[in-house]
């Protein structure tokens, strides 16, 4: 599957005056630990119910053990109250973490959108319009590979809640994506070249976290 691919059929599930957007598709990068942005299952959007492409079912057996390690150890952290506390925030900063805020937060929204809850395959991707983002979710064999014809719409957020961006390590795609409540998250755009041209003002790894 190309990015050529998953982009067209993303605009084609646009409204027409919106199909000119820009498209990305994002990963989340679990890392269960404070400030690594790991949802929830209960903030995390359940989509294509009742869709799944052949091989769906060989491949979610072997990601079963994975999944189950996770849930023993309890990886899925439950809402941080204490994330609009100025020292967390610092502390948060000084780490260079990927995730800063609360689930009802607009970052915990964005991370939670990055982690959706599929019975198949899913490839996520958001639409870049004038005004807003939109979040898109498109049938995928599990593992990678082929698109299927089912998709789901999912977030949205005004383009103008984006505060700023910035390139979290020198050499790899991961951006933060920080909103206008104060919070921020972070997801691995694999076309970074794209991203900042969209997003020119992006802040280099040297520049502190705002």
């Known amino acids: ?34 400030g690594g942005g790991d949802a929830p299952k209960f903030a995390r959007p359940e989509v294509l119910v009742g869709h799944s492409m052949p091989g769906d079912g060989w491949a979610r057996a072997f990601s079963f053990i994975p999944l189950t390690f996770k849930i023993v150890f309890n990886a899925f952290p439950e809402p941080d109250a204490s994330s609009n506390d100025p020292v967390v925030r610092a502390s ?19 991370m939670a959108a990055l982690q959706p ?8 991707a958001f639409a870049l319009t004038e005004s807003h983002v939109h979040f898109v979710y498109w049938q995928q064999r599990r593992g990678g590979g082929k698109l299927g014809d089912a998709y789901e719409m ?13 390139h979290r390590r020198k050499d790899t795609k991961e951006f933060q994506i ?8 972070t997801a691995l755009i694999l076309r970074d070249d794209a991203f900042l041209n969209a997003f020119p003002h992006t802040l280099s790894p040297g520049d502190p976290i705002p």
């Open 178 to 185: 920080g909103f206008t409540d104060g919070s921020w998250g």
């Open 92 to 110: 948060r900063q000084q780490k260079n973490s990927r995730f800063f805020g609360t689930w009802e937060g607009l970052a915990g929204q964005w």
């Open 1 to 34: 599957m190309s990015q050529n691919d998953l982009a067209d059929r993303v605009r084609a599930a646009l409204p027409a005056e919106q199909r000119h957007a820009e498209v990305f598709r994002a990963v989340h990068i679990t890392q269960s630990v404070e």
């Open 154 to 166: 999912g977030p949205s957020f005004r383009r103008d809640t984006i505060a700023w961006t910035r």
């Open 117 to 124: 809850r599929c019975s198949g395959g899913v490839a996520t």
